[in-house]
Structures are given as structure tokens and as C-alpha cells.
């Protein structure tokens, strides 16, 4: 496997007492799957992905990709966060540019993959405003197109289309549908929308509240792509059955 999850548990302390946030999370993921995480605010969806990722690490258990410890972040793999993360004196274009700068890539080639990200997140407009000069949507479309312009192996997402309108968002959503059915990068998800999970991933994970423990993992068919098939409302009212009985 990929990505191995192995009995990871995390605990914070708060007012010196503990609080258990994840509690024996086993997962595997293969390379190239698109998963994700669901469940209620609160249930350790972002602490896992922040482990994932390198930012943290588990109280318990270990995390390995490719057969490797998951000691820190790497340019290998990217994190698209609520936050945007962007730099105020770089223009959109800059802020693409970035990690791609880090590459040590080419003036010309840098051009190019950064004008195929903006028209892929519909920034053509923009890409010469500064952060300030645009909207919050449009700051987190420069989030994602900065992860994706690196062509990473992994792509860590949380949350990433809260601060969209819902023509955005689900414009954003296609867009990295093709981009995953193109090129196959593993994609790690966060989310609490039903139906978000449902149209982006092929398996979901499902977290119970606090503390999170994995109560079902569901392999999502292709046919439940399609709004209102008889796959998606059969894979919708499976979700809403675990969910009403973890409530």
C-alpha cells in the first residue's frame, strides 16, 4: 500500500488535561485514489490530514508513505488549507509561481504552467492583482492552483471550497475531477458535505464525533457521480443511515 495508517491515535492537552482528538485509526490508501474524509466539525478529519502531511505527528501508531516514516512536510506533497496562505507583496501569478520557483523550472515554462492553472481556476482576469485586490473565492482558487501547478505526488486538501460561491465551487470541483482523471495524483480530501464527498472521491471515509474513530469506509461507483442516480441515492442514504445512528 501507498499510504499505511497505522493504530495512530492524538491527544492535545488542554488546561492540563487531556483530550483524546483521534482515537486507533487504521487506513490504507493506494496510489492514485481519491479519498475523503467526512464527518461532523470537531471529529479529527484536519488533525489526521495534518499528520498526513508532516505538519504533526501521532501520539500513538505511525503514518508511512512508500514504506517511509512520516517524520515532516515534503515538496512531494502539497496542502491546499482554509487559510489561503498566500503572500501579500506577490501578485496571483507570483504566488503560482512559487513552488515552482523552488523547482528551479524556466522563466518560459514557468509561464506556462501557471497561465494553464489560472484558466483552469477562471483567474485570467486576476493574475495580476494582489491578494488584497481579490475576493476570498478568488484567493482560494490561487491556493489550489499553486498546489496543483507543482504536480505533486500527493495533494492534501482541507476544506478547500468554503470560501466559494456555489457556481465556483462546483465549477472547482470538475476542474479537479479532470485534473485527477488526467493525471492520477493521490488526493486526500477533507470535507463535511454529503455530497461534496460523494462527487469528488472514489472511496469515503466516514469519522464518528469526537473522538474520531473511522466507522465505515465506502467505496463510491462511478454511476453515483450523476446527481440523483439510483447509485448516488443509494450511496447518500447509506451515509445518512451511519450518520443518524452515530448522532
Request: aromatic share 8%.
Amino acid at each position: 500500500m501507498y499510504i499505511e495508517i497505522n493504530g495512530v491515535s492524538k491527544q492535545f492537552m488542554h488546561n492540563e488535561s487531556p483530550i483524546m482528538a483521534l482515537k486507533d485509526i487504521n487506513l490504507t490508501i493506494e496510489k492514485g485514489e481519491f479519498i475523503s474524509f467526512l464527518g461532523p466539525s470537531g471529529c479529527g478529519k484536519t488533525t489526521l490530514l495534518n499528520m498526513l502531511a508532516g505538519y504533526d505527528k501521532p501520539t500513538e501508531g505511525e503514518i508511512k508513505i512508500g514504506s517511509k516514516v512520516v517524520e515532516e512536510p515534503s515538496i512531494k506533497r502539497v496542502t491546499v488549507f482554509q487559510g489561503y496562505g498566500l503572500l501579500p507583496w506577490r501578485t496571483a501569478r507570483k504566488n503560482i509561481e512559487l513552488g515552482l520557483e523552488s523547482l528551479k523550472m524556466k522563466k518560459k515554462e514557468r509561464k506556462q504552467v501557471v497561465d494553464h492553472f489560472i484558466d483552469m481556476v477562471g483567474l485570467t482576469d486576476f493574475a495580476d492583482h494582489f491578494p488584497y485586490e481579490i475576493s476570498g473565492g478568488m484567493r482560494q482558487k490561487v491556493a489550489i492552483a499553486r498546489a496543483l501547478a507543482v504536480d505533486p505526488e500527493i495533494i492534501f486538501m482541507d476544506e478547500p471550497f468554503n470560501a466559494l460561491d456555489l457556481i465556483s465551487r462546483s465549477i472547482i470541483q470538475k476542474s479537479i475531477l479532470d485534473f485527477w482523471n488526467e493525471r492520477k495524483k493521490t488526493i486526500i480530501f477533507v470535507t463535511h458535505f454529503l455530497n461534496e464527498a460523494i462527487k469528488l472521491a472514489n472511496r469515503i471515509v466516514i469519522f464518528s464525533p469526537y473522538p474520531g474513530r473511522i466507522v465505515r469506509i465506502l467505496d463510491v461507483p462511478p454511476g453515483a457521480k450523476i446527481d440523483d442516480s439510483p447509485e448516488y441515492q443509494e450511496i447518500k442514504n447509506e451515509i445518512i443511515s451511519v450518520c443518524e445512528v452515530l448522532s
